[in-house]
């Protein structure tokens, strides 16, 4: 179909590099998984035991590549959450723990950044999270590394700096559900298409951003992001 069957242009196709490649990956949609880690888990007042994993979805042009985030007017109250985040390159539905990692194409380094503000008057209310999580420029990506390089990492050194101070710390053995269960699980509710982006949950430690602040952050074996908040 072309350009001119539509009553307005379409939108660009939301995308992310691919590490020493001209190639991009578009992206289809994001998924991220709520407290996946059992030191954020506790710090952010629920039981650390393992529960049925659930999922709430940013928008796909809400990415931010190689720029700044730009700290939202609607809020006084963002918080930094760094992760892991997982790149499907083949689809499927209702795919089996063993087979998962075979629709795994990459990973990158994410920041699921979050209006804590609005997220916690939405949960008061009984409302969905979306004000909080999906707003503009809510998801920043490092460039996507292939797992035909670096393989599917299930260990490993993941952190948050501030200003040159550590602020989260974790290692990747420290999820809750692993990447293959995330996959499958998520795999029975939508069937995964290539270019979908799943956060894989943060480590304990979250919290405020102000202007100005500057912020890096490092998966060992996957890469980093660094950008500053702005204004």
Not at 24 to 50: F, Q, S, T, W
Not at 156 to 180: M, S, T
């Amino acid at each position: 179909m072309s350009a001119a069957n539509y009553l307005f242009p379409p939108s660009a196709i939301p995308s992310l590099p691919v590490r020493g490649s001209s190639q991009l990956v578009p992206v289809h949609r994001i998924y991220c998984i709520g407290r996946n880690y059992e030191a954020h888990a506790v710090e952010m007042g629920h039981d650390p035991n393992k529960e049925p994993p659930f999922f709430f979805q940013k928008n796909a042009d809400s990415l931010v590549v190689n720029a700044n985030f730009p700290f939202p007017k609607q809020s006084q109250d963002v918080h930094h959450e760094v992760e892991m985040v997982v790149v499907i390159g083949k689809g499927g539905q209702g795919i089996a723990v063993d087979d998962a990692l075979d629709h795994v194409i990459g990973y990158a380094v994410g920041l699921d950044m979050t209006c804590r503000d609005l997220q916690a008057e939405a949960k008061k209310l009984g409302r969905p999270w979306e004000p909080g999580k999906s707003f503009e420029n809510a998801a920043p990506c490092s460039e996507v590394v292939l797992a035909s390089e670096i393989g599917h990492p299930s260990s490993g050194d993941i952190r948050l700096v501030i200003n040159g101070e550590v602020r989260q710390k974790g290692d990747l053995n420290q999820l809750i559900w692993k990447v293959p269960e995330l996959v499958s699980v998520l795999s029975n509710f939508y069937c995964l298409q290539p270019g979908d982006l799943i956060f894989s949950g943060t480590p304990a430690g979250v919290g405020p951003v102000k202007v100005g602040d500057k912020l890096q952050a490092s998966i060992e074996g996957v890469g980093q992001l660094s950008l500053s908040v702005v204004g």
